[in-house]
């Protein structure tokens, strides 16, 4: 069995991950241990301390959930109970560099849609990830 990262946004590429995995025998149900994280972009210093840091903690806690809650859910309708991790950061080095140290077999992410134009220009967080990981990244379209 592998032990597989799940980097989750929320976003139309994290269904469309989700479907992948379901659709794919060898990556789907318990065989697999599964790690779901999602990592929230820090907010600004000022902002963080204009509204102290038990708002800021409640509001990182509150995007992750909205994030976690549908995936999980759905994970558990195929016999799934993931671990969650929740980290705030830069996403795509904070989701890189937990996977290779946690000694993932590998990470499944959705990928963003950016055309190669844009990814050059402003950079992804799946070309950080990319950039950033040794651990084998699946990357779904």
């Excluded at 469309?16 to 779901?36: E, F, N, R």
């Excluded at 409640?58 to 995936?71: D, F, G, T």
């Excluded at 140290?101 to 990814?119: C, I, N, Q, W």
């Amino acid at each position: 069995p592998m032990n597989i990262l799940l980097a989750v946004d929320g976003s139309v590429y994290t269904k469309k991950m989700l479907a992948y995995l379901a659709a794919h025998d060898y990556l789907a149900g318990s065989v697999h241990q599964y790690t779901v994280m999602t990592v929230q972009p820090a907010l600004p210093a000022r902002a963080r301390a204009a509204v102290g840091q038990e708002v800021v903690s409640q509001y990182y806690a509150e995007e992750a959930e909205k994030v976690m809650a549908p995936v999980c859910k759905y994970l558990a309708q195929h016999g799934v109970t993931p671990q969650r991790v929740v980290k705030v950061g830069n996403v795509g080095e904070t989701i890189a560099h937990f996977a290779e140290s946690e000694k993932f077999d590998m990470l499944v992410m959705g990928s963003r849609g950016h055309g190669a134009l844009a990814t050059l220009v402003m950079g992804s967080v799946t070309t950080q990830v990319l950039a950033n990981s040794t651990v084998p990244v699946l990357i779904i379209r």
